[in-house]
């Protein structure tokens, strides 16, 4: 009696499969979380929307003296920056721990690196829709309106990229610390780290504007690199170059983030 050889798939095969399976799952599990709460979402307005009417008040009467015609279109990139940093991802990691769902949730045989992967989607994911929003409100106050876009729908489905990038990127600090610490307030007070990163930018004004020291940390700051090419694709127009370097810095943000955030992974299983 002959029989039919079975193979079944390699091991390399069998863990993608099992890879993505997971990370399907906690994909959508953070769409559920933050369609049945969309209050998540509301911190990260307040900041973002208070953000922009406040700084347009302060500073926009200065802004025609560095060649700046229409500040608050000016500041739309910027706004976006603060929505993408308080995404509540790592918050959300706190409420798995202290709900035991985390443990358990590592005693199954799925991929450590698609759990640790599916809340920063689910973070990025956040970030795009913060970013819909804060376009949504903030463009009509701006002297061409929704017309202020150059680039047309295309740049601004890719400002929105750029956002959703970034706060994958910046979220997964957030994640780190509340996998380390597993407090929600530790977790919480990790909001103010972006404030270097931000008032160290051409976030409110160019680049030219800095001097000294300034101008020299904002050269090697990665928040320069994607606020201009959003701001470039908002007012200018397409430029391959500014968008490859606001990518480029997100990437090297992210590789430094998500190892941090990695590591804590690792230490709270062991």
Same mark, same amino acid.
Request: with cysteine; net charge neutral.
């Given at each position: 009696m002959s029989t039919v050889p079975t193979t079944a798939p390699p091991a390399p095969a069998r863990a993608r499969m099992g890879l993505f399976r997971t990370l399907g799952y906690m994909v959508q599990r953070e769409v559920r979380? @933050?369609?049945a709460a969309p209050a998540l979402l509301f911190p990260a307005l307040l900041v973002a929307l208070g953000t922009f009417f406040l700084m347009s008040g302060l500073f926009g009467g200065y802004a025609t003296e560095f060649g700046i015609t229409d500040y608050m279109a000016y500041l739309v990139a910027t706004t976006l920056m603060f929505g993408a940093i308080n995404t509540s991802g790592g918050q959300l990691v706190v409420q798995d721990i202290e709900a035991g769902y985390f443990s358990k949730l590592l005693t199954t045989p799925t991929s450590r690196l698609a759990?640790?992967?599916?809340?920063?989607?689910?973070?990025?994911l956040r970030a795009a829709a913060i970013a819909i929003v804060v376009l949504v409100v903030t463009l009509p106050f701006t002297q061409d309106g929704y017309g202020t876009f150059a680039t047309g729908i295309g740049g601004a489905l890719?400002?929105?990229?750029? @956002?959703?990038?970034?706060?994958?990127a910046y979220g997964a600090i957030s994640h780190a610390i509340a996998l380390k610490t597993g407090s929600a307030a530790i977790t919480q007070a990790a909001f103010p780290i972006f404030f270097p990163f931000l008032f160290l930018a051409p976030s409110f004004g160019p680049r030219e504007s800095m001097s000294g020291w300034v101008q020299a940390v904002a050269q090697v700051n990665p928040v320069t690199y994607v606020i201009e090419a959003q701001r470039g694709l908002m007012l200018t127009g397409w430029d391959s170059g500014q968008i490859a370097a606001g990518f480029i810095a997100i990437a090297a943000m992210a590789v430094a983030t998500v190892t941090l955030a990695m590591l804590a992974l690792r230490s709270r299983v062991s």
């Open positions: 979380r @933050t369609l759990i640790l992967l599916g809340g920063m989607i689910g973070d990025a890719l400002v929105i990229a750029l @956002t959703a990038c970034w706060g994958l």
